[in-house]
């Protein structure tokens, strides 16, 4: 119908290859129970507290709210936090009486990538079909996923009914704006003597996106 009504072919859809979850501006800090409920009794003391920390540092970050999530405070800013802002987050944390939490530690949000590799046998050199081990060995030797963490085990389905080639599907976390992921689209690397190539595609709904949440 757009053909027809324009003359001009329809724009291809842009793949999403990456989850858009929890904001960057939100910060996780894993704690007991006990010492959320011991930080979220007096909020508004610790964030006026906490800025102040901040402001006597000359950084440009502010804590808004907090708010509590199953397994961890969420810290709400107005800026995406910098390492320095979570250091003395963190600092002032541990500084509070009466928290239990040995190791408390900081984090931002991570979201999901969608990746496939193409190019690669459906079988090995015993023809039986390629095992997710060797797919996860051959990754884990190859430079361009040096930074990468998997999200999940990677699948490998049959290309088609007929074919002896495979795609192989990887979601990986990555940052909000999938930087990982765009450094990986459409690089190549070597599937022992055969040559695979990395390509985005569609997320896939409904499955828990973020990897510290």
Avoid at 72 to 101: C, F, Q, R
Avoid at 122 to 133: C, H, M, S
């Amino acid at each position: 119908m757009h053909n027809i009504g324009t003359g001009k072919p329809s724009p291809k859809p842009k793949v999403q290859v990456t989850t858009k979850d929890p904001s960057r501006k939100n910060v996780l800090v894993p704690l007991d129970p006990t010492d959320k409920k011991t930080i979220m009794n007096a909020t508004n003391t610790h964030i006026n507290q906490i800025n102040g920390l901040f402001k006597s540092y000359k950084l440009g970050t502010s804590v808004d709210c907090i708010r509590e999530t199953s397994n961890s405070l969420m810290v709400i800013t107005n800026n995406v936090a910098s390492p320095s802002d979570l250091s003395l987050l963190e600092k002032y944390i541990k500084g509070i009486d009466d928290i239990e939490t040995k190791d408390i530690s900081s984090r931002l949000p991570q979201s999901k990538s969608f990746l496939k590799i193409l190019g690669v046998p459906y079988f090995d050199e015993e023809k039986t079909p390629v095992k997710t081990t060797t797919v996860e060995n051959i990754l884990t030797n190859t430079h361009l996923f040096d930074n990468v963490t998997l999200s999940s085990r990677p699948r490998i389905i049959r290309a088609s009914r007929n074919s002896d080639m495979a795609v192989i599907w990887v979601n990986i976390w990555d940052s909000q704006n999938g930087t990982k992921a765009k450094t990986l689209i459409n690089r190549s690397f070597n599937f022992g003597r055969h040559i695979a190539t990395v390509r985005g595609t569609s997320m896939n709904p409904g499955v828990p996106q973020c990897h510290n949440c």
